[in-house]
């Protein structure tokens, strides 16, 4: 196996040492489209000239393209002159400065890859990042050529919007019922920002006016009949552009604003300068069929996509390993802005929450990789939770470190300095270094180096000087290519409480005045630091806001997170001892030594936090939502996903009894009343009756059952008949059955909403689920070209159903494999994403480890795998 498995890691690949700047440089594009589904005419007419002097050959990238002609300022191109190849054209003999065109045919209905232009729906769409523009025409496909484009778009009639980037300058009819559309961005831009939409789409208009006056024209396409519920996403665009005035200082630049809603879509949403593109399933919505999840995430990804406006578009990535130079930063931007519109400690409980469930087991397992990664062999495969998120978390980091004052500045000073220009993580590090005068090489440090450091705190107490010493040690386990780390700069955000848990000040190192919050940054290995003025042993509370991206233990006694639940002023840190009792208990129940005592105290506690009038339902329902199955997996490998499920189910059921009278009371009144607002606070109520209501299943009584049916019948948002059916579906039997039945019939002219009905029935933990899972890829609704269907069932099913997926006879992963291997063969961007599942085998049972293997294997050794999914499963395997 082991030669199969290190082939790909051995296979060339990118490698940031090689980077040299383009040898061409494009100052102007000319694109002219004949669009037709099957046979689409792509005429390309570049403005080059050489960089930087010698007299290297043209070399431009090409993906399945089907050449017409080529031609040099206007000569046509003698066949001895260029070499086609599956990847490239060479051109030798070329000028320092000349017009290069091209005319290629393209088959968009064919493109099931959905990369470059395909069709969705009988329109017409384009995907380029990270390199889908060359399967449209020949280019120096690289993000650090900008260019300015100018684009003609000809169809017939029956495709009445043609859209493409920047101002529309020209538009008419033809003969034969075809016409024409001409758009001119006036940007330089990377060709991974260029796209074109072209078909029947209705439209929602409306204006921005920016802070110094100008009037932006606001336009949202969608599917023919859509366009009232694309309301919200105009609402939270609008709110994001007046966001990024106040909070960045960044107006937009062009006098429209573009957004499209596709079906089909390899991924969320894509920032084209002026003309993003979403996934329909991040921008349609209206209270009957979208859950308050879908609001949140289309606020969110509305604003993330519009920042990139500036972060990342008139500041783009010299090449594609600072991808996190663009999305780190964005994410970033995007959390701080949901945290404004949602309140900062739920905001945060769910942005660390997510990297938990997501960044932490790719940074503990073999696909892990530095922020800035050195070397690939498909990019695709790096838009991953460690760039994305943790990338965020480095940029929240260096904020904390230089606070917020000196971050505007040093912002103010990158936008100012690397305008127009395709710039590294070096970069935009320096210009906090400048503004502060300060070493930030450890911030770098941040992004060069794979792994989650550990970091433990070891608290003494002195009651005769009144101190605090902690010592403070960090490390980071050796991940692949690197088995020695530099200490990483780590600030503590802390506070202390007494005995009772009331806040006690104390005075931090290097300061005068007592204060009770205060931010320790160490930066070494091991290192002491003191805090003084202390009354009486104080219980700590530290990393609060989690404000590294790091794991920490404290040596404390038991006690200690009982009184940080119950009082601690940071919300974080109180959601953090809950969830850390929980799973400690959890994971004794794994290990067949169950601590009642414990579990007791901790359900009582839970209960005076749901009594507790001061906080928030949005909190309480984070609070009541114990770590999930793939959590405890992570925790306390090699992890048993049967007993797992067994001990949390426990937990639960111990709650549902003592609290039941609590539990219901919180149903009863928290039932939704007058009309459906998607605010943060009604989706709080939401929350925390579907919770409890959760839980109550758990113990599952028949009452609780004919509750759960209620809950699910008087639903009037999508939130609450979820809420109810999944709590169906953990009591089975034919309540569920028709709930299911009669769901599929009312919603079956909805695809978003029959994606949620696919991805309920795969997180089924009944017995039979994976049949039933196999039974629904053949119904006829299903569609595995559509990369939203494929993943509501299969990747649903592998990523949230542990129990069921951990199958011991390896029936699951079999699943899985056959799928990935299956839409390999046309789609390699969404197969390589799902094979995360398998590629963690190292965290379990031996037994279960082996069946991973052998299907990752098996994958691996499938005929004409792609590229993408040989990268990933080969790394999976190598050891
Ligand atoms: N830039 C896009 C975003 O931030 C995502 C592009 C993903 N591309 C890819 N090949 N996976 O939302
Ligand atoms: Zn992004």
């Not at 034969?176 to 209705?202: E, M, S, T």
């Not at 009894?657 to 219901?664: A, D, N, P, S």
């Amino acid at each position: 196996m082991t030669d199969i498995a290190s082939a790909p890691e051995s296979a060339p690949g990118v490698r940031l040492a090689d980077y040299r700047p383009p040898a061409f440089l494009v100052d102007e594009v000319h694109l002219d489209f004949r669009l037709a589904p099957s046979s689409t005419r792509v005429t390309a007419r570049l403005t080059l000239r050489r960089n930087g002097g010698g007299d290297a050959p043209l070399v431009l990238n090409g993906r399945g393209l089907t050449p017409i002609r080529f031609a040099i300022d206007g000569i046509p191109l003698a066949a001895d002159r260029y070499t086609v190849t599956s990847e490239d054209v060479t051109v030798r003999g070329v000028p320092d400065a000349f017009t290069f065109e091209s005319e290629v045919e393209i088959d968009p209905d064919a493109n099931r890859a959905l990369e470059g232009l395909y069709t969705s729906g009988g329109r017409f769409y384009t995907q380029c990042e990270a390199e889908g523009f060359r399967r449209i025409t020949w280019f120096p496909d690289r993000p650090d050529v900008l260019a300015r484009y100018t684009v003609r778009i000809e169809a017939e009639a029956t495709y009445p919007r043609l859209l493409s980037n920047g101002n529309l300058i020209d538009e008419g009819k033809l003969e034969n019922g075809r016409h024409y559309a001409v758009w001119q961005d006036p940007f330089p831009k990377p060709c991974y920002l260029f796209a074109l939409v072209a078909g029947d789409l209705d439209l929602l208009e409306d204006r921005f006016v920016t802070a110094s006056g100008r009037s932006v024209v606001l336009r949202l396409f969608v599917d023919p009949g859509q366009a009232p519920r694309v309301a919200y996403a105009m609402d939270a665009l609008k709110r994001a552009m007046r966001w990024d005035e106040e909070n960045y200082g960044r107006e937009y630049d062009l006098d429209l604003f573009m957004i499209v809603a596709v079906r089909d879509f390899n991924m969320g949403a894509m920032e084209n300068k002026g003309l993003n593109i979403f996934n329909s399933s991040l921008l349609i919505a209206d209270p009957e069929t979208a859950t308050d999840l879908d609001y949140e995430r289309i606020e969110s990804v509305v604003a993330h996509e519009y920042f990139h406006n500036w972060t990342g578009n008139r500041i783009t990535c010299r090449d594609w390993f600072q991808l996190c130079v663009k999305e780190g930063l964005t994410v970033f931007r995007d959390q701080s802005f949901s945290a404004d519109m949602r309140g900062e400690a739920v905001q945060r409980i769910k942005d660390v929450r997510a990297l938990r469930a997501r960044q932490f087991p790719e940074d503990a397992g073999p696909l892990a990789h530095p922020a800035r990664p050195d070397h690939y062999r498909k990019i695709d495969n790096f838009y991953t939770a460690t760039v994305y998120e943790k990338g965020a978390e480095i940029v929240r980091l260096l904020r904390t470190l230089i606070g917020p004052d000196d971050y505007r500045r040093g912002m103010d000073l990158y936008f100012q300095r690397f305008d127009g220009q395709a710039v590294t993580v070096e970069d935009f590090i320096s210009c906090f270094a400048e503004v502060t005068g300060r070493d930030l090489s450890g911030v770098l440090s941040w992004y060069l180096q794979a792994g989650t450091p550990e970091v433990s705190v070891t608290p003494r107490y002195d009651a005769g000087a009144k101190t605090l010493s902690l010592d403070l040690r960090q490390a980071v386990a050796p991940t692949r290519g690197m088995a020695d780390k530099v200490p990483l700069p780590i600030p503590l955000r802390l506070g202390l409480l007494d005995a009772e848990g009331r806040q006690q000040s104390f005075i931090a190192p290097g300061a005068v005045e007592p204060t009770g919050e205060a931010i320790v940054t160490f930066d070494k290995a091991e290192e002491t630091v003191t805090l003084t003025g202390i009354a009486e042993e104080p219980v700590l509370s530290t990393l609060r806001g989690f404000s590294a991206p790091v794991t920490v233990t404290v040596a404390e006694p038991g006690e200690s997170r009982f009184i940080r639940l119950a009082n601690d002023p940071d919300l974080f840190n109180r959601w953090e001892a809950g969830q850390s009792l929980a799973r400690d208990l959890m994971l004794a129940r794994v290990k067949s030594k169950p601590d009642t005592a414990g579990e007791r105290r901790f359900v009582d506690a839970l209960g005076r936090a749901m009594a507790d009038q001061s906080s928030e339902p949005a909190f309480k329902a984070l609070l009541l939502a114990l770590p999930s199955e793939q959590d405890l997996a992570l925790a306390a490998p090699p992890a048993d996903p049967a007993a797992i499920h067994e001990a949390r189910d426990a937990l639960r059921k111990l709650a549902a009894e003592v609290l039941r009278g609590q539990f219901e009371a919180l149903h009863d009144g928290l039932v939704p009343m007058g009309a459906f607002s998607p605010d943060a606070e009604s989706a709080g109520r939401r929350a925390l009756r579907n919770a409890v209501l959760d839980m109550l299943m758990a113990a599952g009584t028949p009452s609780d059952i004919a509750r759960a049916k209620a809950h699910a019948d008087a639903a009037r948002d999508m939130t609450t008949s979820l809420g109810g059916l999944s709590a169906l579906m953990q009591a089975g039997g034919a309540a569920y059955d028709s709930a299911v039945a009669a769901f599929y019939t009312r919603w079956q002219d909805e695809p978003l909403v029959i994606d949620k009905w696919f991805a309920l029935q795969a997180r089924s933990p009944a017995s039979d689920a994976l049949d039933k899972v196999k039974t629904l890829t053949g119904h006829p609704a299903f569609d595995a070209k559509t990369p939203n269907r494929f993943r509501a069932l299969v990747a649903t099913f592998a990523q949230m159903n542990p129990v069921r997926f951990h199958d011991p006879s390896g029936a699951g992963y079999r699943f899985l494999a056959d799928q990935i291997i299956a839409i390999d063969r046309f789609n390699p961007q969404v197969a390589a994403r799902q094979l995360e599942p398998l590629g963690g085998w190292r965290r379990y049972k031996p037994e279960l480890a082996a069946l991973m293997k052998a299907e990752l294997a098996r994958i691996l050794a499938s005929p004409d795998l792609s590229p993408n999914v040989a990268e990933l499963a080969g790394k999976a395997l190598a050891e």
